[in-house]
């Protein structure tokens, strides 16, 4: 189980305070795809952020199974996030000087820091994403269903816990976008991850198990 509890995010500027969100509640099963919808600027990627431990709460904590994660220290928090946790975002972040197969082995050499390994791994993840006759391109030599496809297998090669997509085909035609969600959803089950999804394509949005729509001060789960 994913659990967040009394979550709390609070900007602190030069002249004033900025309130995100105050005390939410979440708990996602582990293994379960949720989707998250609601207005721009109502702090979905930050709640995703701090869900994947790469922003910290002002106030409040989240939980992996019994793992309280923001109790960890920095080094622990960062190891903890290598081998647990996948990230996605709109514009994929893949490192431009490295081809495709090197940006998908990154995470898992500094993992198990084994290079035969890694290059095994990733050359089976490229494949299964449908990248096979892309390994050696680089980011720009790529279009962008395709990048995001390499994002989808860096994220995945460390088998993680849980997966984190922050609009990931924001910047995709439909069709691609619907490529991309449908790959998601089948790699989430094939490894057994929970994933999370801020989408702002409702109908995509309604494949997922559990449905989530975050308003000013709440998210809510929508049922069926
Ligand atoms: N680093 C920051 N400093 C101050 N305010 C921020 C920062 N990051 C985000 N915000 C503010 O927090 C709110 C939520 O942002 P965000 O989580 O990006 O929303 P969403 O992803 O739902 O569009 C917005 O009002 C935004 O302006
Ligand atoms: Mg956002």
């Known amino acids: 189980m994913l659990k967040i509890s009394d979550l709390t995010k609070k900007y602190k500027m030069k002249d004033k305070e900025i309130t995100v969100f105050e005390n939410l509640h979440l708990e996602i099963p582990f293994k379960q795809s949720a989707s998250i919808v609601g207005k721009s600027g109502i702090g979905k990627s930050t709640l995703l952020h701090i869900m994947g431990t790469i922003d910290q709460p002002t106030k409040g904590k989240v939980f992996y199974e019994n793992d309280d994660v923001f109790s960890l220290s920095d080094s622990q928090l960062a190891k903890f996030r290598n081998r647990n946790i996948g990230f996605i975002f709109q514009f994929h972040h893949l490192l431009s000087e490295f081809t495709a197969l ?9 993992f198990e820091k084994n290079k035969t390994i890694a290059k095994e791994k990733a050359e089976r993840l490229l494949e299964e994403v449908g990248l096979k006759d892309r390994i050696t391109h680089k980011p720009s030599e790529m279009s ?3 990048q995001q496809r390499v994002a989808i297998a860096r994220a995945l090669i460390n088998q993680p816990k849980a997966i984190f997509a922050d609009e990931p085909t924001g910047n995709l035609d439909e069709k691609t976008s619907e490529a991309i969600h449908e790959l998601l959803l089948k790699l989430q089950k094939q490894y057994e991850a929970t994933l999370v999804v801020v989408t702002h394509n409702e109908r995509l949005a309604k494949q ?16 069926d």
Request: net charge negative; hydrophobic share 45%.
């Open 144 to 146: 962008g269903g395709e």
């Open 208 to 223: 997922f198990d559990i449905k989530l729509h975050m308003t000013k001060g709440q998210i809510l789960q929508l049922e």
């Open 102 to 110: 090197e940006n998908v082995m990154i995470p898992n050499m500094v």
